[in-house]
């Protein structure tokens, strides 16, 4: 089992605070939802466990040890907001430039979404299957940890609940951290529940403490 153990995680854009004193755990086996309204450092969180955001302060450990510098791309799959695939090429000849194992592409192209798409130049796709396929690298890559932004936006309803079926079989190897502001999917497949407010990290235990706590309204529940 891998675990991330992140103590401390502080961030500010000037003079803006934005994560303070943030800690959390997850492990293999784990959906860890989080959750907090536009501008509350969830997606600087999880930039910031890629590598690719410098942090003021970070106290973070896998396995416990200190996670290192270099090398966060090992550890990590990081599925944007944005879509990071090459646009001029098929999705036939991509899948084999992330899966050169024959065994690895198959669990790609056996899947009933790709196969009605895997002749089209990626940049040809919908937004929706862009994601989606996107997603699907992501899901059967090697690494342990994986952080999801926003994985359910513009995929609509029927793609939603593959990508929620596919999390929760997943997570029996892998360790999840999704945030999305379609939150009663998220609830579906999460194990633990935390939101950021005012730069910190709070446990939620029931839906009702997103409105306590200014997330959703009253009339959401």
């Known amino acids: 089992m891998n675990k991330l153990l992140v103590k401390a995680v502080r961030k500010k854009f000037g003079k803006l605070k934005v994560l303070e004193e943030v800690a959390f755990t997850c492990n293999?086996?784990?959906?860890?939802?989080?959750?907090?309204?536009?501008?509350?450092?969830?997606?600087?969180?999880?930039?910031?466990?890629?590598?690719?955001?410098?942090?003021?302060?970070?106290?973070?450990?896998?396995?416990?040890?200190?996670?290192?510098?270099?090398?966060?791309?090992?550890?990590?799959?990081?599925?944007?907001?944005?879509?990071?695939?090459?646009?001029?090429?098929t999705v036939r000849n991509l899948v084999p430039l992330y899966f050169p194992d024959g065994r690895d592409q198959n669990k790609i192209f056996y899947d009933p979404n790709i196969n009605r798409i895997e002749k089209q130049k990626v940049g040809e796709l919908s937004i929706g299957d862009q994601r989606y396929l996107q997603f699907l690298l992501l899901i059967n890559s090697s690494h342990p940890f994986l952080l999801l932004d926003e994985p359910f936006s513009m995929t609509g309803p029927r793609m939603t609940e593959i990508i929620k079926e596919k999390i929760i079989e997943k997570k029996r190897e892998k360790a999840f951290i999704v945030t999305d502001h379609f939150y009663k999917d998220v609830l579906e497949i999460a194990d633990r529940t935390k939101m950021i407010k005012n730069g910190v990290m709070i446990s939620i235990a029931e839906k009702a403490e997103l409105v306590t706590h200014g997330y959703l309204s009253s009339r959401m529940i």
């Open 28 to 89: 293999t086996g784990e959906v860890l939802a989080i959750f907090g309204r536009n501008g509350t450092g969830k997606s600087t969180l999880l930039r910031i466990l890629f590598g690719i955001l410098k942090p003021d302060y970070s106290d973070i450990y896998v396995n416990n040890r200190p996670l290192p510098a270099e090398g966060r791309n090992l550890l990590f799959g990081f599925h944007h907001q944005q879509i990071f695939l090459p646009k001029n090429i």
